[in-house]
């Protein structure tokens, strides 16, 4: 019969072939990911080319990824009307302390160093800020959140600083607030549009959930989760998997790392933190979001 043509030839080439079958799937493989290679995408887990078409839940980190992470620093605004400090000096003290921070926020701070100012007694305190002393004075710069734990903050001063970027506190005061834009990728948009016409897309960043809302203004996310550490990421990452979906991770920055690990398929910006990349399914080289479509 005509209709078993093709599974009598299937079974006479498995019977005198097997070799050829045999090869065929890690040939193909090797062709597939030499071609993704030559645009700038590297595969480096084995399951990828599995799991991908299956995938009906992109996940995305903000700065850095949907956005360019090239932060200029547009308002600088003091706070504490005691303290006698300029907005330089405090420039020049918040970019002593992000000198030792690998966030693309620390990286506008950079113009602003004073070389005169040394910081000790450093600690980076991954996804929230940074700490240290300066001439004998406990300093901190980092998100809101983070500050207000043991900042002496009113709910006036709560409220007025919700939509700063990032603050400097002073031995438990806050003294200036900093206010960056960001610049969303090319790209973007036109990508989340496609995904959402395969699945749910979500945001899920440690910046501040106005950040967040801001970027839904914007781009057409379906969910925009916002004021997440990295163990509330895995965790939202494990809420959808137990709602059967298959999550892919997009991210950069050194918290992203432990989500990865969460994820179905793990996805990082070749402009990312090394850690990211190094643990990562797949690594964008050309930094092109729309690279995921």
Not at 61 to 68: E, N, S, V
């Amino acid at each position: 019969m005509p209709e078993e043509a093709f599974w009598i030839t299937l079974s006479v080439l498995v019977a005198t072939c097997p070799c050829a079958l045999s090869l065929a799937t890690p040939t193909g493989l090797t062709c597939a990911t030499t071609r993704l290679n030559r645009a700038g995408i590297m595969i480096k887990g084995g399951h990828v080319m599995e799991t991908i078409p299956q995938i009906n839940c992109y996940a995305f980190d903000k700065t850095g990824t949907l956005t360019t992470g090239e932060f200029t620093i547009n308002k600088v605004e003091l706070i504490d009307s005691q303290s006698l400090l300029t907005q330089k000096k405090v420039l020049a003290i918040a970019a002593a302390l992000e000198a030792h921070s690998e966030h693309p926020i620390a990286k506008p701070f950079s113009k602003h160093r004073d070389y005169t100012l040394n910081a000790a007694q450093i600690k980076v305190h991954s996804g929230e800020g940074v700490s240290g002393c300066i001439d004998d004075i406990d300093y901190a710069v980092g998100k809101v959140n983070w500050i207000q734990k043991t900042a002496q903050l009113n709910n006036k001063q709560l409220q007025t600083l919700s939509q700063a970027t990032c603050v400097l506190m002073a031995d438990k005061k806050v003294i200036a607030a900093f206010y960056l834009v960001d610049k969303i990728r090319d790209n973007a948009k036109e990508l989340i549009l496609n995904l959402n016409k395969q699945g749910n897309t979500l945001l899920l960043s440690g910046d501040s959930q106005i950040a967040c809302d801001k970027i839904t203004e914007i781009l057409p996310i379906k969910t925009a989760l916002g004021g997440l550490s990295a163990k509330d990421k895995m965790e939202q990452i494990n809420r959808l998997q137990q709602k059967n979906y298959k999550v892919a991770m997009t991210g950069d920055g050194v918290n992203d790392s432990p989500v990865f690990g969460a994820a179905h398929v793990s996805i990082a910006m070749g402009c990312g933190a090394d850690i990211t990349k190094s643990g990562a399914d797949v690594i964008l080289l050309n930094n092109k979001l729309n690279s995921i479509n």
